[in-house]
């Protein structure tokens, strides 16, 4: 039976007098591609705070590699949303600068070898000294991600990485990011609430409901990868089944930004 990297035990979060979480309990599995889906506003990138110990749970248990959150940070990186370059760094000292913060007495010989290997490995060997202003977004988000394999991280939390970016580069970065977590064996938690992300991605789904947030349905994805929805049975059934579950929880999207990938195809 495969270990538990991260535990979530009936975990309870409230603030003020709102409930965000009531007796949340799943697992992430070691070497899994999880993903988080819900609507928006329930409390997705809650859970990935909770993991990283930037919020602590008001009940409950929780459990990164066997220890409290806050003893297992160094085996966690994030990729936001956001790149969060710094300006005034080219890629690769952007890639250097998260073993900095990191490793107080790797030699920067190292580092830098290091970013250059992981700048190679996400498709950027040819535009390590380019500044983040000289990068798409793409590629930017390319150097977040090298940036966080640099950190040896035994977990990665991605917080809807890609989703401000067009849509044939979201494509090509989630077929990018598979092929690096199948090289790397890393643990991936990705929070999305696009459907179709979650499929193509997930080895499972975690399907979060409306605040007060509790899991409403955990969905295995066996289809073999690289994944077609529109030519694999299996997956339209799992999409048409999560658009219904959707539909009651945010009735008003369900024609909107859950729909947008099918309307370009």
Known sequence: MTASAITFRDVG?????????????????????????????????????????????????????????GEAWRDLAYIFQSPRLVPWRDAIGNVVLGMELRFERMAKSEMRARARELLALVGLAADMEKF???????????????????????IILMDEPFSALDLNTRRRLRAEIISIWQATGKTIVFVTHDIDEALVLADRIVLLS????????????????????????????????????????????????????????
């Open 132 to 154: 983040p202003t000289m990068l798409s977004g793409g590629e930017r988000q390319r150097v977040a991600i090298a940036r966080a394999l640099s950190v040896e991280p035994k």
């Open 13 to 69: 979060v409230s603030f003020a007098s709102e409930t965000i979480y009531d007796d949340l309990t799943f697992d992430v599995r070691e070497g899994e591609f999880l993903c988080i889906l819900g609507p928006s506003g329930c409390g997705k990138s809650t859970s990935l705070r909770i993991m990283g110990d930037l919020l602590g749970a008001t009940s409950g248990e929780v459990a990164v590699d066997g220890r409290p959150p």
């Open 210 to 265: 409306n605040k007060p947030t509790r899991i409403l349905e955990t969905i295995e994805i066996r289809e073999t990868r690289p994944r077609n929805i529109d030519t694999a049975a299996t997956l339209k059934a799992h999409r048409a089944h999560l658009h219904e579950l959707f539909r009651t929880l945010e009735p008003e999207a369900v024609e909107g930004n859950l729909t947008t990938e099918e309307a370009h195809a």
